[in-house]
């Protein structure tokens, strides 16, 4: 693969990071995570007329007809300016329904993803934060050609935005027995309850189903052989997620460079003491190697399908643990030295290192 951006792509960063910049700038973005909706409907609708809510969607549905590359260069910006939206979220409901929809449901729901009058959410996770099939317990009853859905999901993202959520529920007792669904918002027996998180740009909700029924048309592909599907959308997810992340991590960066260029101390910038311009050229080697991993994950989601879960965990375990190692690196050279014999801050913050490491490793 060309780890090089064509042209096209170059000017959709350019042209993406101009929006961001005009229309959402640092103090917005705080007025934004603190209104009750948590995105801007101006904004929403703006993306959508751009045609970047659809940038994936094939052009038959409403969309750009676009690939994961280039979705992963308009991530990037967004998480540069923690633009809140329920971006993510959306993309993902659609990649769903592209994937293991039938014609009716493409032609009823992507146009509308695209342009932006519908939001869509996944609703995958449940009590005990299990990604794989173990923990998807919802049930779905058979009720004649359909199922009702009794349960509860948490960490729904932009639940309490969303206008369709796609549900994944069990529909027997195999690791293989999972269904996808897709719920109305609101509807009959369906109740959402936003979650206070610390991060108000990226809203969670809890997700209760209590006797939902779903016909055939709500049913994403075969029931009971949503196995498949349910690891890709978590793969595509992570690769999100990390395209975000790294937006995010280069924008700190460069705040800090600037920051070690303007700050003066002892008569000299302290960009020129070893002691922090080291750990920002370590800094920005780990965010191209991060980048490295992510832009070949998007590319195996177009080119290369049978890579994409090794190329996912791998760009999402690299850029969760630099981000942590930053963190630490930044608290610890900031903190008092500690007293002989006393925990190191790096060793609290990673709660002992080997287990904590094992912890946050990707379910691959």
Request: hydrophobic content about 40%; proline content about 5%.
């Amino acid at each position: 693969m060309n780890f090089g951006f064509t042209e096209e792509q170059e000017l959709l960063r350019r042209e993406v990071r101009k929006f961001l910049d005009e229309q959402c700038p640092i103090d917005e973005v705080r007025r934004i995570a603190e209104t009750p909706d948590g995105y801007a409907s101006e904004q929403w609708k703006q993306l959508g007329e751009l045609g970047w809510l659809g940038l994936v969607i094939p052009e038959r549905y409403g969309g750009a007809g676009l690939g994961w590359e280039e979705l992963v260069v308009l991530l990037e910006e967004t998480g540069r300016t923690l633009f809140p939206a329920p971006l993510i979220s959306s993309v993902l409901a659609a990649s769903a329904i592209l994937e293991s929809g039938d014609d009716t449901q493409k032609e009823r729901w992507l146009s509308r993803i695209a342009d932006g009058s519908c939001i869509g959410t996944l609703a995958l996770i449940e009590e005990g934060d299990r990604l794989g099939p173990d923990g998807i317990q919802l049930r779905g009853e058979p009720d004649g050609d359909g199922f009702v859905l009794r349960g509860e999901k948490c960490c729904v993202p932009d639940g309490a935005q969303a206008n369709l959520a796609v549900v994944a529920f069990r529909t027997g007792d195999g690791d293989s027995d999972l269904g996808l669904a897709l719920v109305e918002i609101p509807a009959a027996g369906v109740s959402i309850e936003d979650v206070r998180t610390l991060d108000r740009t990226k809203r969670l909700a809890t997700l209760r189903l209590d006797g939902v029924r779903v016909d055939t048309e709500a049913i994403l592909g075969r029931p009971g052989a949503a196995a498949g599907a349910i690891a890709q959308l978590l793969d595509r997810g992570a690769i999100a997620i990390t395209a975000e992340m790294i937006g995010a991590s280069e924008a700190a960066h460069a705040l800090t460079v600037q920051y070690a260029k303007e700050r003066v101390q002892f008569g000299s910038p302290i960009g020129r003491f070893q002691g922090v311009k080291h750990p920002l050229a370590e800094g920005y080697v780990d965010i191209e190697s991060m980048k490295s991993l992510l832009y070949h994950a998007a590319w195996a989601l177009d080119a290369s399908p049978a890579e994409v879960a090794r190329s996912a965990s791998k760009a999402k375990r690299r850029t969760w643990s630099r981000k942590k190692r930053a963190a630490c690196a930044g608290r610890v050279s900031s903190s008092p030295r500690r007293k002989p014999g006393s925990p190191s801050r790096e060793r609290t913050l990673h709660g002992g290192g080997r287990g904590e490491r094992r912890r946050v490793a990707p379910q691959s």
